[in-house]
């Protein structure tokens, strides 16, 4: 019968990067634990999406955004679980400070073409490619567990 419509929760993705590097953390604990992924999390009631996003680039690597722009929306649902992830996904090209190993991250440069896909969450190697050539994109992903993607759409935007 009719699709039950999932509970959305609003987190953000913030990409760091310079000329052909990106700034990746390694996550040490919680959600996505072990994997190498941009800065985010959840945005709290008092805040804009944006302001979200500075706020944790800021608490998990210690770099302050100057600018961000909204580059895409990736919505991830967990097969079995209500809640639908709701990522906002910017891209910060001016920053001020250096990256710090933070609890929550350890943060390192990778080349463009050097990514360590490998370690990242499944989907992160079908929309980077766009990211990384400026298109803005939207996407859907449906995961059986963290490692399994059984179903996805993602289209290239003009506008988000
Ligand atoms: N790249 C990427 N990121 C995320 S979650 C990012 C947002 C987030 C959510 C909760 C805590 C901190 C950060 C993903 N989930 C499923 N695939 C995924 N790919």
Known sequence: ???????????????????????????????????????????????TVSEGAVRELEEESGLVAKCLRKIGILEFEFAGDPVLLEVHVFDVTHYEGEPVETEEMLPQWFP???????????????????????????????????????????????HL
């Open 1 to 47: 019968y009719f699709q039950m419509p999932a509970t959305r929760k609003v987190f953000t993705l913030a990409m760091v990067r310079k000329t052909n590097s990106l700034l990746l953390g390694l996550k040490k604990k919680g959600f996505g634990e072990g994997k190498w992924n941009g800065f985010g999390g959840k945005v709290e009631k008092d805040e």
């Open 112 to 158: 463009e073409d050097g990514i360590p896909y490998d370690q990242m969450w499944p989907d992160d190697i079908l929309w980077y490619p766009l990211y990384l050539k400026g298109t803005k994109f939207k996407g859907y992903f449906l995961y059986q567990g963290h490692d399994t993607i059984l179903e996805y759409t993602l289209t290239q935007v003009e």
